[in-house]
């Protein structure tokens, strides 16, 4: 965030025309709804943890663009897209992997303080890069600083050891809710329908004579057998 806020002086400190950098800066916002879109139709499709690595490791593609050819109008609109991007898509990482790791149970605090400490960064990152411009007299330090972080971040995201099918959080919660009815019908059933019923065999007319079975006639009872007639 501190350099999407300090991306026209940033360019304006690499020698681009304020009304150039301010047109180039404006594909921040562009982009960033690409991102938006297209990282929900990437975490679909792919793993979550692969898909954030990637989107964190555009910023350093961003700053080294800058660093190394900061005066090319088109290594500034490269960029501006690759941050437009990462601004896109951050939310929607952190919001994914959360409920992936950690359920539906709880997501509303933690989703709540995962967005806080982005507000945090949001809020300081832009006094950070102010300060180190105005100490060096340069944004390139600010630079390789988000370079090593964004570094940093991408490899914690890359090396998420979750294997095989992911839980979604819809998976998650089904389980718990079907464990829950199910527990909650067996408590509700009388003691005598939870045994395992059996049926009898209806009665059997054994005569012995031809005369009708009302005389002479006895009725035996086949032994009982389980509900499904074995």
């Known amino acids: 965030i ?9 360019l304006t400190d690499s020698g681009a025309a304020p009304l150039a950098a301010a047109g180039i800066a404006a594909l921040v916002g562009v982009f960033s709804i690409v991102g938006r879109v297209g990282t929900g139709f990437l975490l679909d499709r792919f793993p979550g943890h692969v898909v954030g690595a990637l989107a964190f490791m555009l ?28 601004v896109g898509s951050e939310v929607d990482v952190i919001a994914f992997l959360a409920a992936k790791h950690f359920g539906l149970r709880n997501f509303g605090a933690l989703y709540g303080a995962l967005v806080m400490a982005l507000s945090l960064g949001t809020a300081f990152g832009p006094l950070a890069a102010g300060t180190v411009f105005d100490h060096f007299d340069s944004y390139a330090p600010f630079l390789l600083l988000a370079i090593v972080l964004m570094g940093v971040s991408a490899m914690a995201l890359a090396s998420d050891s979750a294997v095989g099918r992911p839980r979604t959080p819809v998976d998650h919660e089904e389980r718990g809710i079907s464990r829950s009815a199910f527990a909650v019908s067996r408590s509700r059933q009388p003691a005598g329908r939870r045994r395992s019923r059996r049926t009898s065999a209806p009665s059997r007319i054994s005569c012995f004579s031809p005369r009708p079975p009302t005389s002479g006639c006895r009725a035996s009872a086949s032994p009982s057998l389980p509900a499904d007639g074995r």
């Open 2 to 10: 501190g350099a999407v806020v300090h991306f026209v002086p940033i």
């Open 59 to 86: 910023p350093i593609v961003a700053a080294v663009l800058l660093l190394l050819d900061g005066a090319n109008p088109f290594s500034q609109a490269v960029a501006a897209a690759a941050l437009g991007l990462t």
